[in-house]
């Protein structure tokens, strides 16, 4: 069976990376996704990952900070969720770069449309940090401008719910998920699938976002070959 889409881009909360703990990294969570990802790639998909930093830390934690600060420490939280998904996929024999929208060359490259294609091209997972390198715009907002920039089919949004509802399943029992809905429904519901300004950018240039549950990884795989899991934006 083929995949479904050729250039996917994965958007990764920081909070799934956590696993159970809910905080900081765990490494069993980390492997197992890197072994999908390698999946993916071994059947010809080429990958983009966006990851959050919402493990360690979310600019809007800062109570007494200045935001702009507090967005700039939430975008070195995303250099160490990178780094971390980039060992773990060499480890899994997948060859990784990371780029940053904030130049750190001793640690990873600088984000270069171009050069991200190229690896691209090349079976190379691209990871990408540090937002866009602005604040105010968080990370969901990264996946759908990169997934612009570089011509993804889609946006696999692995989170730590199972997909989208009229209403918090954490906190309402009977909330009712979605299979498929559309970018002016999430809008109009604020359903907080990904926040407005990423929404309507992913509307604007008309890119479909899967969201699904993290619980297992495999789910990044099904998505992949085009199974219906978690609720389908479009």
Known sequence: MAPRYKRVLIKISGEALAGEKGFGLDEDTLNSVAKVIKKCVDAGVQVAIVVGGGNFWRGRSGKNMDRTRADHMGMLATVINALAMQ?????????????????????????????????????????????????FFSTDTTAALRAAEIG???????????????????????????????YAEVLAGRLGVMDSTATSLCMDNNIPIQVFGLDDPENIY?????????????
Not at 222 to 234: D, F, P
Request: glycine fraction near 8%; hydrophobic fraction near 35%.
């Open 152 to 182: 993804a089919d889609i946006i696999l949004l692995a989170k730590n719910v199972d997909g989208v509802y009229d209403s918090d399943p954490n906190k309402n029992p009977n909330a009712k998920k979605y299979d498929k809905i559309t």
């Open 87 to 135: 060992s773990s996929l060499e480890n899994n024999g997948v060859v990784t770069r990371v780029q940053t929208a904030i130049e750190m060359r001793q640690i990873a490259e600088p984000y270069i449309r171009g050069k991200a294609e190229s690896h691209l091209s090349k079976n190379k997972v691209v990871i990408f940090g540090c937002g866009i390198g602005n604040p």
């Open 222 to 234: 099904k998505a992949v070959m085009g199974e219906q899991i978690g609720t389908l934006v479009y």
